[in-house]
């Protein structure tokens, strides 16, 4: 594993805004780390980094203990982040050439692509650039010496349709030698790249898994009943979501099985007359499981 974790823990006095995390990022791989605001995301990828140290608990990147990372360390990780500081006063040029020599593998061949497929502006000062060419090059400062992993917090927030494409197809190019670990809200730009996905919520890792794996799993289903449709007083707790409206129930499954899901609706609802079971997109799974996660919190919060 290239990135792996045990028991990652960071709090802030009683707040724990990360709780006993063991992830495993495998080399190679696309993860996307999705959950609600406030769910960890950027604390757990600081932790990464050693940008924070964790209360408890471990993290080894590249087989590194993540509290010992050196600069041949950093040399192989690529960080980019929403809320990143870049040197206001340089140029992009600038910028650029004050990074190349901290990296022995910089491929200024790689640099000069990025920067035009970008449309950098080499003369601009950084703090005259627009949010999204901000970003553009932060990511083009940390692709051109092809790092063994690269570290994307929201880099696509706040950026225009197009952006966002010039961002993503700069990490396309990484695919097969880089491994990227990315959180984003903007899921439906990031689907297609990913090949694994972990759903933080309130600091702990619920699940962690392949792309297809989750899609397989995951279904969008439409009961079409005899009669009008009601919300059945007790579901399974694998259904999330679940909704009535005329004579159709829908419910999105999380452990979906061809083989039991007449049986399982059968033994909830009367009168059925049709079941589809349909893929979902990330960003619908993602919707689902974060609004019953919002459930679980309210259920189990105590009024003063």
Request: proline content about 5%; hydrophobic content about 40%.
């Amino acid at each position: 594993m290239i990135v792996e974790t045990h028991g990652l823990t960071k709090a802030y006095r009683r707040l724990e805004a990360v709780h006993g995390v063991d992830l495993r990022v495998e080399e190679g791989s696309a993860f996307a780390l999705i959950g609600p605001n406030g769910a960890g995301k950027t604390t757990l990828l600081q932790l990464l980094v050693n940008l924070l140290q964790p209360s408890s608990g471990a993290a080894s990147v590249l087989g590194v203990d993540s509290r010992r990372l050196g600069a041949t360390d950093f040399a192989r990780i690529g960080y980019v982040a929403e809320s990143q500081q870049l040197p206001g006063r340089l140029t992009v040029g600038q910028f650029f050439d004050y990074l190349r020599p901290f990296y022995p593998t910089w491929e200024r061949a790689l640099e000069n692509e990025l920067r035009e497929t970008m449309r950098l502006p080499a003369g601009r000062e950084i703090r005259r650039l627009s949010h999204g060419e901000r970003m553009k090059t932060a990511l083009a400062s940390a692709l051109p010496f092809r790092p063994r992993l690269l570290i994307l917090d929201e880099p696509l927030s706040g950026l225009d349709p197009l952006a966002r494409d010039e961002l993503m197809e700069g990490v396309l190019k990484q695919a097969g030698e880089t491994t990227v670990v990315l959180s984003s809200h903007e899921l439906a730009e990031i689907e297609h790249a990913v090949t694994h996905v972990g759903f933080l919520d309130s600091g702990q890792l619920e699940f962690q898994e392949s792309s297809s794996d989750l899609a397989a799993r995951v279904r969008e289903v439409r009961v079409l009943l005899e009669g009008a449709a009601a919300v059945p007083a007790r579901t399974p707790e694998t259904w999330l979501d679940v909704r009535a409206a005329g004579n159709v129930l829908t419910f999105v499954e999380t452990r979906y099985s061809e083989a039991t899901l007449g049986e399982r609706v059968r033994s909830c609802v009367a009168g059925v007359r049709r079941i589809d079971a349909d893929a979902l997109p990330l960003r619908a799974t993602f919707v689902a499981l974060a609004r019953a996660a919002r459930s679980r919190s309210a259920a189990t919060t105590v009024e003063p």
